[in-house]
């Protein structure tokens, strides 16, 4: 597939036998016509198994319907780069970027040297950084949230208790003011409670973690 | 009304002479002029905040610090954590009722 010379090609053929990248060759209909063996390994076959099935059927199959275009864009350019998505024998997909090259030796058909990487575990960890960060920053809100609400509730709270220690409240309002500080003892604990639950989520501690915010009991007038 | 007001409202209930400052400066400017029983202070304030606060009225007049609670609202706590545990400050978190700030003053009137 690669014209080598005497002296180079021992090298280089260790480069493609024993080297970490993901090394084929395909015809321009996109027929694996070599694999080599950490391409094979990697999807869980052997390279012998691979050669002569079309890179197609190890496509995931949310984007197999693609492929027709990029055997349209190998043939028309000298190089196509990018991400594949792969599935293994075992059926789990993974990311490949590649660098294909087309080649064509001396008189004979094209052919496609492929090259390629797999960043699944480089994907998985950005989204897993991504989703830590998302949910950090939700937290960061709530906590700035919780001490925005604190304020104007320790207001209402001690206000309306310092008027019924003050004797200020008619007694016909007395239990509509009692009513009141118990509402805003109740905001008090759903705000405690929700702060509790960000500030173990910003720490990442999961254990004993405090009881979930009961929002249908803490909406229910009696409750 | 703000926090502090109200702080201010309640303890005079029970105590006759109750000032109030506006940030930790403030508070040290008040500091210098009379003797308090009990520094009630936000965690969280401008130019000096509570473990400045704190560290300066330690620094200045060395069994004052203990009479120190701080006020705080969740959030900040968590920065805080440190300092407080170490310092043994009572804090109390908004929103507190009358019995909850009127008790921690006492509180710092005689301290550990």
């Not at chain 1, 028309?76 to 080649?103: F, H, I, K, Q």
């Not at chain 1, 897993?128 to 604190?150: C, F, P």
């Not at chain 1, 509402?183 to 705000?191: S, T």
């Not at chain 1, 929700?194 to 254990?207: A, G, K, V």
């Amino acid at each position: 597939m690669v014209r080598l010379t005497p002296a180079t090609e021992p090298p280089y053929r260790a480069l493609v036998e024993s080297g970490a990248g993901l090394i084929c060759t395909h015809d321009l209909a996109g027929i694996l016509l070599s694999v080599n063996p950490a391409a094979a390994e990697r999807l869980g076959y052997a390279a012998e198994e691979l050669v002569g099935r079309s890179l197609r059927d190890f496509l995931a199959p949310a984007v197999r319907e693609q492929f027709p275009r990029y055997l349209e864009r190998i043939a028309a350019a000298p190089a196509d780069e990018g991400l594949m998505m792969v599935v293994t024998r075992g059926g789990e997909e993974r990311v490949w970027t590649y660098s294909n090259v087309r080649c064509q030796d001396g008189g004979g058909p094209p052919y496609v040297l492929g090259h390629a990487h797999d960043i699944t575990d480089i994907k998985r960890s950005d989204a897993r950084a991504g989703a830590a960060e998302a949910l950090r920053s939700v937290a960061q809100l709530a906590l700035a949230t919780a001490h925005e609400i604190n304020n104007p509730l320790t207001v209402i709270i001690a206000s309306l208790q310092l008027m019924a220690a003050r004797g200020q409240v008619p007694p016909a309002a007395a239990g509509t003011v009692d009513k009141a500080i118990r509402a805003g003892e109740q905001i008090r604990d759903i705000v405690r409670n929700m702060s509790r639950i960000t500030r173990l989520e910003l720490s990442r501690q999961s254990p004993a973690l405090p009881p979930l915010l009961d929002l249908r009991r803490s909406s229910d007038p009696q409750g | 009304m703000n926090v502090r007001e109200l702080e201010a409202e309640i303890l005079r209930e029970e105590w006759d002479h109750v000032d109030t400052a506006v940030d930790g400066t403030d508070a040290l400017r008040l500091l210098a002029e009379h003797v308090y029983d009990a520094i009630v202070s936000d965690l969280a304030m401008p130019k000096l905040d509570g473990r400045g606060l704190y560290e300066e009225v330690g620094r200045r007049w060395p069994t004052a610090n203990r009479r120190l609670v701080f006020v705080t609202g969740y959030a900040e706590a968590e920065e805080y954590d440190e300092f407080l545990r170490h310092s043994g400050v009572p804090v109390l978190a908004k929103p507190f009722t009358i019995a909850d700030l009127i008790g921690a003053v006492k509180t710092a009137f005689s301290p550990a």
